[in-house]
T-cell receptor, first 114, second 111 residues
């Protein structure tokens, strides 16, 4: 079956511009996560969505970062006024549920801020 | 603070030379320990989930084990196609299931 898809695969933007990254989770997966992987860093949790519950935004590094999930499916991560330190690979994952279930990752979006 | 430490950072093996990767963790209330494989330019690929000490899981040349403080990923008679970065992650007491990842072990298997 289809896995998690993300778009775009690569994004180059100028400092100060806003960017939107998209994630399509596996059909039927209720939990959706965003992570960030910076050069030389491990994967860092950003935000979590589960059904109609309030999202866990505890990993967002600043108020320039926001995310939404529409209709319990597609999610968009938005970064406003991008900075060079935002350059990283942004990974989306989905799972059947939280905590005990394995998460399946998409291919990621590589963001480069110039 | 919940933490995951992987060792070694890098490992070079000859084809057929078996070895183990280590994942040490400190987490208050482990809900699951996950192993992933990541190839360059790709997202992590799920390998195993372990839930309790003493549990073992196998898949082809890979075997994952779990104790109360660490997990091992044993690679038996590796092949060049096993070359990748192996990531360990834990899910702690948070109801969200957010994963805490180690830095990974980059494995290179030479023919």
């Amino acid at each position: 079956g289809a896995g998690v898809s993300q778009s775009p695969s690569n994004k180059v933007t100028e400092k100060g511009k806003d960017v939107e990254l998209r994630c399509d989770p596996i059909s039927g997966h209720t939990a959706l996560y965003w992570y960030r992987q910076s050069l030389g860093q491990g994967l860092e949790f950003l935000i979590y969505f589960q059904g109609n519950s309030a999202p866990d935004k505890s990993g967002l590094p600043s108020d320039r970062f926001s995310a939404e999930r529409t209709g319990g499916s597609v999610s968009t991560l938005t970064i406003q006024r991008t900075q060079q330190e935002d350059s990283a690979v942004y990974l989306c994952a989905s799972s059947l549920g939280p905590a005990y279930y394995e998460q399946y990752f998409g291919p990621g979006t590589r963001l480069t801020v110039t | 603070e919940d933490q995951v430490t992987q060792s070694p950072e890098a490992l070079r093996l000859q084809e057929g030379e078996s070895s183990s990767l280590n994942c040490s963790y400190t987490v208050s209330g482990l809900r699951g320990l996950f192993w992933y494989r990541q190839d360059p330019g790709k997202g992590p690929e799920f390998l195993f989930t372990l839930y309790s000490a003493g549990e073992e899981k196998e898949k082809e040349r890979l075997k994952a084990t779990l104790t109360k403080k660490e997990s091992f990923l044993h690679i038996t008679a590796p092949k060049p196609e096993d070359s990748a970065t192996y990531l360990c992650a834990v899910s702690g007491p948070s109801n969200t299931g957010k994963l805490i990842f180690g830095q990974g072990t980059t494995l290179q298997v030479k023919p």
